[in-house]
């Protein structure tokens, strides 16, 4: 089932998700965030796919995960393509390292789950909080609604956490 709505002004339509897609954002619409766990190897994976991209087992369980963890890297946007993205300028593409299974199976991986900087209501955020997160700011996870049935997993400052003394961020920003 097609679901639409509208975005920042803009129309959104989203054809047919697929039954790993349509359960994972039935969770986002409840404000709540999950993962398919392997059943044969435990892991969890992102984002939501038919098989385990570790040993291919087709089968899986929804698992709630903590949305916590800190920015791997970071695009700043300063010129939107998407005109409805023009007014919010400069916003942030955050991909963020969750806290949960990070270093496994290697130590340089991570669930790396992608979305906008945000404040703490699901609103794009305004520069004076863009120019704050860098790489290794401590952020949680927020939603902002979009439509009955479709909520986006988006990036706020963690107001609870202790942050980096300093993050990375380019120089010419
Ligand atoms: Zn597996």
């Keep these: 089932m097609a679901i639409r709505a509208e975005y920042l002004g803009m129309g959104l339509t989203v054809d047919d998700p697929d039954v790993e897609n349509l359960e994972y954002f039935r969770h986002c619409s409840e404000h709540d ?3 398919q766990a392997c059943v044969q190897c435990g892991r969890l994976r992102y984002p939501p796919t038919t098989a385990c991209p570790w040993c291919a087992t087709l089968e899986s369980t929804w698992k709630k995960v903590e949305g916590k963890g800190a920015v791997h890297s970071y695009s700043e946007v300063h010129h939107a393509i998407q005109p409805a993205f023009r007014g919010k300028t400069p916003y942030l593409i955050l991909l963020v390292d969750l806290d949960t299974q990070k270093g496994e199976p290697t130590s340089d991986e991570a669930l790396r789950v992608i979305g906008n900087l ?10 004076e909080l863009v120019r704050q997160v860098g790489i290794g700011t401590r952020v949680r996870m927020v939603f902002s ?3 009955p049935g479709l909520s986006l997993p988006q990036w706020t400052i963690d107001e609870t956490a202790a942050q980096p003394a300093s993050v990375w961020r ?4």
């Design 33 to 35: 965030f999950h993962l």
């Design 118 to 127: 945000c404040t703490p209501d699901g609103q794009l955020a305004p520069p």
């Design 145 to 147: 609604d979009v439509a």
């Design 170 to 173: 380019y120089p010419q920003e």
